[in-house]
């Protein structure tokens, strides 16, 4: 099982920055792919970005293509999510997640994070 915490959420403006990160620990962290998810109240959780543990290939959904960027550090168990010119849609909790496969589908992902709240405000 692998222990995942976020951090970096906050409040921010349209049109600001904020960067997520999430520590992984309990399993060889360069072995995971790695996932981002957020979920707005009512709303199902939704695929935000991925990257493989191979060359670290990344994956996004439509909604943040161009504004947000996954990495990760291997050294460190770290994978970040930058966010850019952040809109008020994009306010959710955000989620780290561990899987086995690269995948954009939330049940291909094992383990989770507590989550980190996000705002936007216009």
């Known amino acids: 099982q692998v222990q995942l915490v976020e951090s970096g959420g906050g409040s921010v403006q349209a049109g600001g920055s904020l960067r997520l990160s999430c520590v992984a620990s309990g399993r060889t962290f360069n072995s995971l792919n790695m996932g981002w998810f957020r979920q707005a109240p009512g709303k199902d959780r939704e695929f935000v970005a991925s990257?493989?543990?191979?060359?670290?290939?990344?994956y996004y959904g439509d909604s943040v293509k161009g504004r947000f960027t996954i990495s990760r550090d291997n050294a460190k168990n770290t994978v970040y999510l930058q966010m850019n010119s952040l809109k008020p849609e994009d306010t959710a909790v955000y989620y780290c997640?561990?899987?086995?496969?690269?995948?954009?589908?939330?049940?291909?992902?094992?383990?989770w994070g507590q989550g980190t709240q996000v705002t936007v405000s216009s």
């Open positions: 990257i493989s543990w191979i060359v670290s290939m990344t």
């Open positions: 997640a561990s899987a086995g496969v690269i995948s954009r589908y939330k049940e291909a992902y094992r383990d």
